[in-house]
């Protein structure tokens, strides 16, 4: 049974920076592309990023393009999500999952980004 573990959220001003973290088990996690999707607050859920299994392409959303970053260590079982230069609209329980659409997500790490 898949188990993903977000941490790593938290309260951020603009422009700042945050790193999701996620902590994989239970499944063969480095054969999965992996995914990071998020929820702001009275809307869906919209995807973020991806990664493939090696770590060697990684896709994004246009709204998060050149400021946030996808990694992972197979190692460790581990993907990041490193996010820069953050934005009010940028605010949402982020979730990373085994598909575009939020499969097998974890609990979520929360991201307020406020002054």
């Known amino acids: 049974q898949v188990q993903l573990v977000e941490s790593g959220g938290g309260l951020v001003q603009p422009g700042g920076s945050l790193r999701l973290s996620c902590a994989a088990s239970q499944f063969a996690f480095s054969a999965y592309w992996m995914y990071w999707v998020r929820q702001a607050p009275g809307k869906g859920l919209e995807w973020v990023s991806s990664?493939?299994?090696?770590?060697?392409?990684?896709y994004y959303a246009d709204s998060v393009k050149g400021r946030f970053t996808v990694s992972r260590d197979n190692a460790k079982n581990a993907l990041y999500l490193q996010m820069n230069s953050l934005k009010s609209e940028d605010t949402a329980v982020y979730y990373c999952?085994?598909?575009?659409?939020?499969?097998?997500r974890g609990q979520g790490t929360q991201v307020t980004v406020s002054s």
């Open positions: 990664i493939n299994t090696g770590g060697t392409n990684t």
């Open positions: 999952a085994t598909s575009p659409t939020g499969l097998n």
